[in-house]
């Protein structure tokens, strides 16, 4: 890191730059040869692979820790991929982070509110319900306390469950940026092994204004997928649910397609309730469509959307289902479901291969059957009582994002048109992990008020790129024009645009002022 050429990189103490389990461990370099050292701790067996790759101004960090002692090494509390601590910078440091993406009717919202602190240690964290932006994003920006140039660092840690980062002081002369993974005395078996979540650590010059831009920048060009071999731009969306949830329908959604035609509409989505028994009851009946509301299945909805020039999608939320439903009645071997669970829901355990292999599948043959170019990734549960009901050590989250992640990876792989709207209850799985297998994030689930969704755009922008901050105009069944007007729709566009709801309850007059809107939207 010190040949970066920042002055911030050269007060970085010499060590290991990980922290796995108590003081006890002394890992000692043992190999090193271009990006790559290994690092072992002869008491025990571990070792760690550690793999540094440079992008311009930031440094990928990645690598794996594997036991090949005989016996199995118990206890392990701390499990950090990143401790670095920086010497000799008198001074105060200062921290921006935000809140996470939860949702809220009041003004301001909670949701992306911005923090700046200085002089303080800082420690940003997951919710202890597990979902990992659910109480604060994932990314923290620090600026030194020494530069003339605004010299900091952003960092960002590859994981999707529960997580910590923290900034703070060792003792007079010294402070210590750390992220890690929330584990309780896990155990590695003899030749086992857990990769390490890729630490995302760039620095930059400008002070704040430079290091939103460096964290932005950084982010679109080198985490967020490409489609069609050229970087993200918003596509403008129609998603029902907002306004019409269950009470959808095969002829109430061709009129709302027919008006979203006519605004300049993209992509036309039919979010839950496709199913039998709807949602939430039906989360499960991937295979059963709901044929009161399409008497014919969904393919004459997609055709006539597609008549129309719009692409089609529908939603999913894979991870979970309801007891009494298809997924769970054909796999119950597959799906969690502890005493105490709320609601009756079960949560798929994605970290058994065959859950893999059936989501794929699952999903699969609803994207070729359809055409689908668009789907939102719905996520509408807290993990960590599942995850505790499998293993209270915190260890199951290793496998379960492998087998996420291949997932997704897999998905987009063989369907490189189709495009993920992530989701989860809005904003609430915002990370790297996710940020790299998804087109936008669906931010929050509060789009009603115009005021708080612009409040929200502008405050995640700071943090992320514009594309992934999707959120829309809701229009309430028969609402019509009431409380819709230039400001309504202006106060969308600070991200990605969408549309929801009954917008064929309005005149032709709004429809074409708002197409006006959605034109200088695409332009832009």
């Known amino acids: 890191l010190s040949k ?12 290991t730059g990980f922290r796995i389990g108590d003081k006890t461990l002394d890992f000692l370099l043992n190999k090193s040869g271009g990006e790559m050292q290994i690092y072992e701790d002869k008491k025990t067996g571990l070792e760690v692979h550690r793999r540094i790759e440079v992008i311009n101004d930031t440094a990928i960090i990645s690598g794996h820790i594997i036991n090949n002692s005989p016996k199995t090494v118990q206890n392990i509390n701390i499990f950090e991929p990143l401790y670095l601590v920086f010497r000799d910078l008198p001074g105060q440091w200062k921290h921006i982070y935000a809140l996470g993406g939860s949702s809220e009717a009041v003004y301001p919202p909670k949701a992306y509110q911005t923090n700046e602190i200085r002089g303080k240690d800082i ?27 605004g010299e900091g660092l952003f960092c960002a840690m590859e994981w999707s469950g529960t997580w910590y980062m923290t900034l703070r002081q060792l003792d007079k002369a010294r402070n210590v940026l750390s992220a890690g993974v929330k584990v309780k005395n896990i155990e590695l078996k003899a030749g086992e092994s857990l990769s390490m979540p890729e630490i995302h650590l760039g620095f930059f010059r400008g002070g704040e204004e ?11 060009e080198n985490v967020c997928p490409y489609y069609n071999g050229a970087p993200v731009l918003p596509k403008v969306s129609y998603d029902h649910w907002f306004g019409i949830a269950n009470n959808l329908s095969f002829d109430l959604l061709k009129k709302q397609a027919s008006r979203a035609s006519e605004l300049g509409t993209e992509v036309f989505v039919v979010d839950a309730g496709w199913f039998r028994d709807g949602f939430p009851n039906g989360v499960g009946n991937w295979n059963l469509v709901d044929n009161e509301k399409f008497p014919d299945g969904l393919e004459p909805l997609a055709e006539y959307v597609r008549s129309l020039g719009m692409d089609f999608g529908i939603w999913f939320e894979i991870e979970r289902a309801n007891p009494g439903t298809q997924a769970i009645s054909e796999h119950p071997d597959w799906f969690v479901l502890p005493e105490e669970s709320k609601n009756n829901r079960a949560h798929l355990n994605l970290a058994i291969k065959d859950a893999q292999d059936w989501a794929i599948e699952t999903i699969g043959y609803w ?9 939102r990734w719905d996520y509408n549960i807290d993990p960590m009582p599942f ?4 293993d209270p050590s915190g260890k199951i989250q290793f496998e379960y994002f492998k087998g996420l992640y291949r997932v997704l990876d897999t998905l987009m792989s063989e369907y ?9 209850s809005g904003g609430r799985r915002i990370d ?20 708080i969704t612009r409040y929200m755009q502008a405050r995640a922008n700071r943090f992320m790129p514009g594309h992934l901050l999707n959120s829309s105009i809701m229009v309430k069944m028969g609402q019509g024009d009431e409380g819709f007007n230039d400001a309504a729709i202006l106060s969308r566009m600070l991200g990605k645009m969408a549309f929801d709801g009954d917008i064929a309850s309005w005149s032709p007059t709004l429809t074409s002022r708002a197409a006006e809107w959605v034109g200088v939207f695409k332009s832009i």
């Open 210 to 220: 430079g290091g939103t831009n460096a964290l932005r920048r950084y982010l679109y």
């Open 416 to 424: 490189p048109e189709w495009m993920i709207e992530s989701c989860a």
């Open 4 to 15: 970066l050429g920042f002055s911030l990189t050269g007060h970085i103490e010499q060590g």
């Open 387 to 390: 995850w505790n009901a499998v």
């Open 432 to 451: 790297t992990g996710t940020m790299k297998r998804a087109h936008t994030y669906w931010f929050s689930d509060h789009s009603e008020n115009p005021a």
């Open 123 to 149: 420690l940003i964290e997951s919710h202890p319900g597990g979902r990992s932006s659910n109480l604060h994003l994932p990314f923290l920006i620090s600026l030194s306390p020494e530069s003339e140039s």
């Open 367 to 375: 994207i070729k059957r359809l055409n689908l170019k668009w789907s």
